[in-house]
DNA sequence: GTTCTAGAAC
DNA sequence: GTTCTAGAAC
């Protein structure tokens, strides 16, 4: 049985005490490791750092922080946004250089996580890896079945009616729980899916059409460039001459 | 969160 | 017979 408070004790630790096999990276405020079971190409959790036990306990989760002090939970949830922010740029450099372009990284939080300690998913949208291997993993990163919530969206219901702040941050486990036990099916084309093994070769294919289908474009786009760059030098070329014709005359 | 495995599904 | 899912874990 995994630890369910290791994010705990990590958010409470000196993060120079951390290996760098966990931990990523780390501001004045958070913490950002790497998920110990990726649930896709690249996948990071960052999480608030703690300084006590009762600030600990106020960060237990999403659910603990929205019943809290609202201004602190909207302070503690835009910075945890504002390092994801960060940590995409990052993502993207990785994926330029590892696989030639780059694709979307989604940021948000599972309604219900089975962990303590609140931590933001930053995952690249494809959902391929070895650790993806039942219908509850996939469907708690499925971006539109609602157990996944994008950080952007709970930070918007701090601008929403109180009534309607107040019926989101239930976040009672049995509305979410329904989520996960939907049918499979394709976040990029919808189509069902019979099973996690077709579900996976599904993925990966989707996953290789939009590498190809990228990889084509800026392709497309590089060879345009070039011939631009070869007109405009020609151009230099032209005039110059003319320039050079017309002293002459 | 994972591992294990009984029995359903194919 | 093999693949796959889904619930228990003392």
């Known amino acids: 049985m995994a630890n369910l408070t290791i994010l705990r004790t990590y958010a409470l630790k000196d993060p120079a005490s951390l290996p760098r096999s966990i931990l990523f990276s780390h ?13 896709s190409m690249f996948h990071f959790l960052i999480l608030p750092r703690a300084s006590s036990k009762p600030e600990a306990n106020e960060l ?4 603990t922080l929205l019943k809290g002090d609202k201004a602190r939970a909207k302070q503690v949830i835009s910075a945890l946004r504002e390092d994801a922010q960060t940590l995409r740029k990052e993502i993207e450099d990785e994926m330029l250089k590892r696989y030639g372009f780059k694709w979307d990284v989604w940021t948000g939080f599972h309604a219900t996580p089975s962990m303590q300690h609140l931590h933001l998913h930053v995952l690249s949208a494809d959902l391929c890896s070895e650790k993806m291997k039942n219908k509850k993993h996939y469907n708690s990163f499925h971006p539109k079945i609602g157990f996944f919530l994008d950080v952007d969206e709970v930070l918007s219901w701090f ?5 309607y702040f107040a019926a ?15 049918d499979l099916a394709c976040f990029h084309c919808g189509s069902a899916m019979k ?4 579900l996976k070769a599904h993925l990966q294919e989707e996953w290789d059409k939009q590498a190809a ?3 084509a474009k800026l392709e497309r786009k590089r060879q345009l460039e070039e011939k ?4 405009e030098n020609s151009d230099q070329v032209h005039s110059k001459k003319q320039k050079a014709d017309s002293n002459t005359q």
Not at 159 to 163: L, N, Y
Not at 173 to 181: M, Q, R, S, T, V
């Open 195 to 198: 099973n996690m093994p077709a």
């Open 159 to 163: 601008d929403a009616e109180d009534s």
């Open 60 to 63: 237990d989760s999403l659910r």
């Open 27 to 39: 501001t004045e405020t958070s913490l950002t490791i790497y998920d110990a079971f990726p649930k």
């Open 213 to 215: 289908r990228v990889k």
């Open 168 to 182: 989101m941050a239930k976040l009672d486990p049995k509305d979410h729980e329904a989520f996960l036990k939907q």
């Open 228 to 231: 631009s760059d070869t007109v």
